[in-house]
Each structure stands twice: as C-alpha cells, then as structure tokens.
C-alpha cells in the first residue's frame, strides 16, 4: 500500500506563489520516477514538472522561469514552488510517482500511483 497526498493548493490572486507538496507514504517501496501534472478546464492533462532517477526533466514551456520542482528524498517528498502564478495555471495539479512495491522481497511490483490532486485557482 502506497499513497501519494498532495497539498499547498488554494486561491491565489494573479502575480502571487503557491508551494505545492506531495509525500509518499507505505512501506516496503521505493520511487522511480515522480512528477506533477496539471489538468485545466476543459484541457488535456499535462506534465509540468517530473523527476527521474537522474534529475529533473525540462518544464513544460508554459511554466518555465515561474515554477520549481524539488524534493527530498529522505522524506520522499516533493515540491512545486509557483511564483507568478497566472489565470491559466488554474488547475488540478496531480502527483504521480512510479515506483517498485516489494511487500514481499521476492516478488517486486511495479506500480504507477496518482494523487487526488489539489486545486489551485488563480483569480483577482
């Protein structure tokens, strides 16, 4: 059993910041991947951020020189810092993370785990 809760969303005005989180929690695993997406009305999901086992990816175009993606990895946490937030961030954001389950050590699992999300909602 694996989890991934997101938190940090909320209403902010145009030109503010939101730090978004997401910890993973359970037992028995570690991650191979994770990142953040978002999903805007009426719009497909998109990737923003994500991490691999070597570094961050690229930003999505729309986000760069505005957002951060950062984590730390003894609290298998990780972060979005939004600055400058727009109209058209507003969003669901989702955490995704794949990762191996290995309850038993002899049969690993690999698993890809969703969020619920939180909403960000950017307005004056």
């Known amino acids: 059993q694996v989890q991934l809760v997101e938190s940090g969303g909320g209403s902010v005005q145009p030109g503010g910041s939101l730090r978004l989180s997401c910890v993973a929690s359970?037992?028995?695993?570690?991650?191979?991947?994770w990142g953040w997406y978002r999903q805007a009305p009426g719009k497909a999901r998109e990737l923003v951020a994500a991490?691999?086992?070597?570094?961050?990816?690229d930003y999505a175009d729309s986000v760069k020189g505005r957002f951060t993606i950062f984590r730390d990895n003894a609290k298998k946490t990780m972060y979005l810092q939004m600055n400058n937030l727009r109209p058209e961030d507003t969003a669901v954001y989702y955490c995704?993370?794949?990762?191996?389950?290995?309850?038993?050590?002899?049969?690993?699992?690999?698993?890809?785990?969703w969020g619920q999300g939180t909403l960000v909602t950017v307005s004056s």
């Open positions: 359970g037992r028995a695993f570690s991650i191979n991947t």
């Open positions: 995704r993370a794949t990762l191996t389950w290995s309850p038993i050590v002899e049969q690993p699992r690999r698993l890809e785990v």
């Open positions: 991490f691999t086992d070597v570094g961050p990816t």
